[in-house]
């Protein structure tokens, strides 16, 4: 009577609360098992043994009476507009619960008893059944939570700047971070309870991705906006938390004197991006962010590239620069499709198309790793050791027309 799931459904299992509903389905054989009530709420590492620690979010659970299994169940999910992973509110629970009704139960009996009779660990299971036979198929998808997946690629594309029932940060906010971006660090990198650092975090989107997902969170800005009063008013060069205390750091910088943040003079968003100035800046914040990380632990930068004036300026690659250049290692790089530029309009791309010059596409989203202590070193010590391939192999390689050396990329 515990249930498991990996990492990819973590934010699902996490947000259980003790005495939700479950249902549990069988993919392979497409049989959906109910009725199961949550004796816990859902968590890491219940027991961190089980299934060999393959399924750490982990939620124990009761039977709500005897359990039927009801056949050909994702045909039943798809035509209620639910899946696997669909946190249900009271309405869609309901419906579904319907399905498990036993026939000489009233209907209104049978809603009471989910929430409130005490099932018993060593329920029956029933035989399996059809599920037409006391529920009405109806589509609830309006009552289902939607919960962000975590992205595959390393190409990162999100239609809208927020997702779910609560609103992150302020899309009206320019320069606003698209939250599910935010949600896949957290949920890639990071534990529940674990500790995030946004220094700049504009219009709160990082604190507000972070406190839906149980992490500890932060958020500073040189300029808080009105009405967030849990944005702490500080300058992202000098950070005021102890050493190595951090989980991960968040960072969606200004990308040049682009957009007038406001009027603070210690906004590094006043400073151009064609000046070695706005570098230097930024690297402080980069330097003080590896230093508030543990060790091991990841910063995720977000920047783009400037073209103005005819003159294209490559920030990203700048930015990464400096970002080896103060001890960070690389995990990954990531690009992210531009969208909602305000320069997104058939007028603009008239003029890309007829100036012959491009509109920004995409940002580069780093992640870099702050070295574990034994691996700590600057670039100027980093030596390079390259692979020899021995020389008959490659010639015999090369003989057969092959490339001597293969990996996926
Ligand atoms: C791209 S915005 C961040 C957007 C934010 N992630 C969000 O979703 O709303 C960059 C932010 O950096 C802030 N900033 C600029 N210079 C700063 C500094 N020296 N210290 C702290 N914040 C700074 C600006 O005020 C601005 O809010």
């Known amino acids: 009577m515990l249930f498991g799931s990996s990492r990819p459904n973590g934010a699902v299992v996490t947000r259980i609360k003790k005495g939700d509903i479950l249902f549990l389905l069988n993919l392979e054989a497409d049989i959906l098992y109910g009725i199961f009530r949550s004796t816990t709420e859902g968590k890491r590492d219940i027991d961190p043994k089980a299934w060999g620690g393959n399924y750490p979010y982990?939620?124990?659970?009761?039977?709500?009476?005897?359990?039927?299994?009801?056949?050909?169940?994702?045909?039943?999910l798809r035509e209620m507009g639910l899946s696997r992973n669909s946190v249900m509110g009271r309405i869609a629970t309901l419906k579904l619960a319907d399905f498990f009704r036993?026939?000489?139960?009233?209907?209104?009996?049978?809603?009471?008893?989910?929430?409130?009779?005490?099932?018993?660990?060593?329920?029956?299971?029933?035989?399996?059944?059809?599920?037409?036979?006391?529920?009405?198929?109806?589509?609830?998808?309006?009552?289902?939570?939607?919960?962000?997946?975590?992205?595959?690629?390393?190409?990162?594309?999100?239609?809208?700047?927020?997702?779910?029932?609560?609103?992150?940060?302020?899309?009206?906010?320019?320069?606003?971070?698209p939250a599910e971006l935010i949600w896949n660090l957290?949920?890639?990198?990071?534990?529940?309870?674990?500790?995030?650092?946004?220094?700049?975090?504009?219009s709160g989107t990082t604190i507000d991705v972070c406190k839906e997902e149980k992490r500890r969170v932060i958020g500073y800005d040189i300029s808080p906006p009105k009405g967030r009063n849990d944005i702490i008013k500080n300058d992202a060069r000098k950070i005021p938390l102890e050493t190595e205390t951090v989980d991960l750091v968040f960072i969606d910088s200004p990308y040049g004197d682009n957009i007038k943040y406001n009027n603070e003079p210690a906004n590094i968003g006043n400073i151009s991006a064609e000046t070695n100035l706005f570098y230097d800046q930024l690297e402080i914040v980069m330097k003080e962010s590896l230093r508030i990380l543990k060790p091991g632990k990841v910063l995720g930068w977000l920047?783009?590239?400037?073209?103005?004036?005819?003159?294209?300026?490559?920030?990203?690659?700048?930015?990464?620069?400096?970002?080896?250049?103060?001890?960070?290692?690389?995990?990954d790089v990531i690009c992210i499709n531009r969208r909602g530029q305000f320069s997104h309009t058939a007028?603009?791309?008239?003029?890309?198309?007829?100036?012959?010059?491009?509109?920004?596409?995409?940002?580069?989203?780093?992640?870099?790793?702050?070295?574990?202590?034994?691996?700590?070193?600057?670039?100027?010590d980093r030596k390079v050791s390259w692979a020899y391939y021995p020389r008959e192999k490659s010639v015999q390689n090369a003989e057969k027309g092959k490339e001597s050396s293969q990996s996926p990329s």
């Open 58 to 76: 982990q939620v124990k659970v009761e039977a709500v009476g005897e359990i039927a299994p009801i056949l050909k169940a994702k045909k039943l």
């Open 102 to 177: 036993p026939l000489n139960v009233e209907a209104k009996d049978w809603r009471k008893s989910l929430f409130q009779s005490k099932g018993t660990e060593e329920s029956k299971i029933a035989e399996p059944r059809n599920w037409n036979l006391l529920g009405k198929v109806e589509d609830v998808t309006a009552d289902v939570e939607e919960i962000p997946i975590l992205q595959a690629t390393t190409m990162w594309d999100f239609p809208r700047q927020s997702y779910g029932k609560n609103r992150k940060g302020d899309n009206k906010y320019a320069g606003v971070t």
């Open 186 to 202: 957290v949920w890639r990198y990071t534990e529940i309870e674990d500790l995030v650092v946004d220094p700049m975090c504009g």
């Open 303 to 331: 920047i783009g590239d400037q073209w103005v004036k005819k003159e294209f300026t490559p920030v990203g690659f700048k930015v990464y620069d400096r970002l080896v250049r103060s001890g960070f290692d690389t995990v």
């Open 347 to 380: 007028p603009w791309f008239n003029r890309a198309r007829k100036f012959n010059f491009y509109l920004r596409g995409f940002k580069y989203l780093f992640i870099m790793r702050k070295p574990q202590e034994a691996e700590k070193q600057t670039i100027q």
